[in-house]
């Protein structure tokens, strides 16, 4: 691998991106608790595969992670969240109310808890294939810049 | 007269940053600019509202072990549901032992922020596609190309019902 | 008795949730249809989508109208209102709402052979079919939610879907593009006055829920920073409803989005925006506020005024049918807030009317010209020559809607105009009804020019064919054709609901 200028960038990169992964999850699941939460954890995600394919190339990551793929983790964030809305009132609930979706009497905590996990899985998911259709589509355009646009 | 400026301190520098904002998002040509004129805008808006949750004194609105009831225990059975924390509410902020900033504002411009990111993206997107079909991001230039094509086609339709008639 | 029909055969499901299934649903469908392949299944499961937002309506209308007390509220998550978020529904929004869902139905009906050969390439129709439900689903949740941040968030995610689909037109014209990005700029900066001026409210009220903003205001009616508050929504909401001269925007997202997006944004999107409009005006703030009756007097009506003269004289110097049209709509919302800057009920009645009439004679009207896009390839008035001859089925339904526009007997549009100009007469506003009635001779003008091309000219080019628009244009257009007629006979039903949602936007008892 002579030719390869980048060797450093990739070593440090392929280092860094399970990091990312790992951090972005521990701001989703220490949302529950104190600062964080989907919406971050979703951008931290997505940061890694980004960084990813600015090291290994668009092509390489958009083989690893297809655009179908995250349009459809995005459509699937949303179907998630709403879903647990129906959820809650197939249960004979109102809308998005945590407490109905196990059915439990008003002392419980249980629906409150896995609703607003699973919520945040919705969001987490949402907000990561969104930003990563995002990078898709704003890189994935090859545009030929002239002398004069410099 | 200067303390009534100082004491605004903090909006005498959203209302500067807000009317730069705009007069970049309505005078830039280039549609990057723009697009840049309209994110200060939208920040200055989270500044606005972050601004208004802020209590003299106050830490940031995440609750202390101190300020946490001692009997709430999230796993445990019989502890208060939603309605009687809302009930208790105004009484237990009372006997608080920190003063919070008020965390309502921050949780809107959460949401503000996301649509900003959107809104940010779609622009982006845009400017692309009006790119590729005018070859310029400048407001002016892409009128330009407009005019000269609705009078290009305008001169051919011309020539068209002349033939016709013809 | 269709009301108690539809009301009595509904599951217990349908109406305990029927204010929130009518944005849910749209909103579940929609990223469905975005993982989609096929571009038909995605129009005909929209179809359904629509068609099961359309029921919620009639039947949330319904519970409305048997309700004691007119109000149908509905806590998200069952968090009781000045904490939580609330769908509330009187029966101002409940007009609004059975007016977009209607409206929604027909275009997704309308859709397909108007989509499929503008924009081609029908694997992805399933994306943009998306964007269009999302859309709806904002639309329908900014008329029924009842808390002002959530109405913002509902305003942006029905205006990002609407960025999308006017550029979607660029497959046609480029200049779909830069229509779409100026309407992105001018829309997020409309969407951004309305939030800072809910800012200013929340900053003196200490709350978001509207019901509970207006309890609060009227021990604050000097506070400097609610009327600033005021001034920033009014202009942010007149921005979104394209209220003179804050209507830019409109005429280019009109005349470059593809045909089918210019039906659904004309009768639904600046409606819905107006409602927000009127929501602010009469029921969070007061009409009795001395700085707000100085704002009908001083502002409103002069702004309504000058769109109803000056926007009909573009529209009579555009040479393309859907640029008038789109000047056009410009003028008939300056007729709109006429009638709600009078600022009693009779007046808002009026104006909800013409909302209601509006939507359905400009829904028409580009319904028509959608199906002579597709089979004609040509907007200008020269391309319509002939088409009298070509194309009757279709050019009779733009006739009728078009007359209904003039505000001839016998059609919804006369119907509104006799309202408005009799809640202008008892106000002793003679000079505006003066003003209306000349309005009013310039759209003979605009749309004479039309048909007069239309009917009483040969065919320019001898080269287009004799073709009808194909079956699946011509039944909406000719049901909201009908409508125009029906309603301008028998106008019972949506007077009704204009005068209910007068009285529930004013908060009156006496006057039904």
Known sequence: MKSDHHVILRVIGKCFIPLIVIYGFYVQFHGEVGPG?????????????????????????????????????????????VGVGFWSMMQGGLFLEYQALFGEPPGGHDGQHAGII????????????????????????????????? | MVEF????????????????????????????????????????????????????????PILLPEDTPKHYHPIHEGAPGPDSLLAAGGERFADLHHVYSNPLPHVLMLTAIVVGVATLSLGLALIVRIREAYGTIEADEVREIDIQTALAQELEEAKDIKEASA | MILESVLSSAPAWALAHAPVLLVVVPMFIAPILAMLPNGRAAWLISIVATAAAFYFAIVTLGLVQSSPTGVL????????????????????????????????????????????SELGNHNKLGMFYAAFLLCLSGLLGVASTGDAFNL???????????????????????????????????????????????GFL???????????????????????AVQVGFAFIIVGLGLKAAMWPLHQWLPNAYSYSPSFVTVFLSATATKVALYALIRFLFTVFQPEYTFEMASFSWVLAPLGIAAMVICSFQAVFQTDVRRTLAYSSVAQVGYMLLGVSLATAPGVAAGLLHLFNHALMKGALFMAVAGIVMTHQ?????????????????????????????????????????????????EGWWWAVLLVVFSSFLAVFYIGRILQAAFFQPPVNPRKTHKEAPLLILVPLWILALANIYFGIAADFPLGLARDGAVAALGLEAFR
Not at chain 1, 119 to 145: K, P, Q, S, W
Not at chain 3, 395 to 419: C, E, H, R, W, Y
């Open chain 3, 202 to 224: 929340y900053a003196a009220t200490g709350t978001l829920n509207m019901a509970d903003i207006s309890d609060r205001l009227p021990a604050l009616t000097d506070s400097r």
């Open chain 3, 378 to 426: 040509g907007t200008t008035i020269r391309d319509f020559a002939g088409l009298g001859r070509t194309a009757p089925w279709t050019m009779t339904a733009f006739a009728i809607a078009g007359l209904s526009l003039i505000g001839v007997p016998l059609t919804a549009g006369f119907m509104s105009k006799l309202q408005l100009g009799a809640a202008l007469f008892a």
């Open chain 1, 118 to 150: 699973i919520v945040e899985l919705g969001v987490l998911f949402a907000v990561t294939g969104a930003m990563i259709t995002i990078f898709y589509a704003l890189a994935g355009r090859v545009a030929e810049i002239r002398d004069e646009d410099w």
């Open chain 1, 37 to 81: 939460g989907a919406f971050q954890a979703g951008v931290v995600l997505a940061v890694a595969i980004i960084l990813n394919s600015l090291t290994f190339g668009l092509t390489a990551t958009m083989r690893a992670v297809p655009p179908v793929f995250a349009r459809s983790l995005a459509a699937v964030g949303v179907l998630i969240y």
């Open chain 2, 5 to 60: 400026v100082l004491e605004r301190a903090g909006y005498w520098a959203i209302i500067g940053l807000m009317m730069i904002g705009l007069y970049i998002a309505f005078s830039a040509e280039n549609l990057i600019k723009r697009l840049v004129g309209l994110s200060i805008f939208q920040t200055t808006i989270c500044l606005f509202y972050v601004s208004l949750g802020k209590v003299n004194g106050g830490t940031a």
């Open chain 3, 73 to 116: 509220s509905y806590e998200a998550g069952r968090w009781p209102p000045p904490i939580g978020i609330e769908f509330r529904t009187d029966a101002l929004n409940a007009m609004i709402l059975l007016l977009v869902t209607g409206i929604g139905f027909l275009a997704a009906v309308f859709s397909w052979p108007t989509l499929s």
């Open chain 3, 152 to 198: 913002f968030v509902f305003l942006e995610i029905s205006s990002l879907a609407t960025y999308v689909m006017v550029a979607m037109g660029a497959k046609r014209d480029r200049r779909a593009l830069p229509a779409a990005f100026n309407y992105l700029i001018m829309g997020t900066l409309g969407a951004s006055f309305f939030i800072i001026g809910i």
